[in-house]
């Protein structure tokens, strides 16, 4: 029988090799809410900015909707983009492997990835994130 071989989270060089780039922009989750962003496989690092245009709005991002204020949640971080040169606020950059990301509260975001050659299903059990239920999650 042969052995098929496949990159899975703990194959670190998945994480080594440059990312499969994704960029999605203008995301307004101020007033349709709560926006999900979905990645077609799993993140070997992220980018998230905000452009607010009026420069008075606080974007959160969480890793499950539960983490977001409006679901009651405190499992997330805000982003500011009203100083940009102070460290911290927009753009960030995580190094984080994750299938999806949560926004709320901003009108002009963007999001740039880097992918790794990983299965979302590595990460998602059953349509569900195995980690959405985690302490700092959500």
Do not use: C
């Not at 900015?49 to 805000?78: I, Y």
């Amino acid at each position: 029988m042969a052995f098929r071989y496949r990159a899975g989270l703990g194959n670190a060089a998945a994480y080594i090799v440059s990312g499969k780039p994704f960029v999605k922009s203008e995301i307004d989750s101020k007033s349709s809410g709560a926006v999900k962003v979905e990645f077609p496989s799993v993140t070997r690092w992220i980018q998230i900015m905000s452009h607010d245009p009026d420069n008075a709005d606080e974007l959160f991002v969480a890793f499950s909707q539960n983490g977001l204020p409006s679901s009651g949640g405190t499992n997330h971080f805000k982003i500011d983009d009203r100083t940009p040169t102070v460290p911290g606020a927009s753009p960030v950059t995580l190094p984080l492997k994750v299938t999806e990301i949560w926004l709320e509260g901003s009108d002009n975001v963007e999001i740039i990835a880097g992918l790794t050659s990983i299965n979302i299903n590595e990460i998602n059990v059953g349509g569900i994130i195995n980690w959405s239920g985690s302490a700092g999650v959500g």
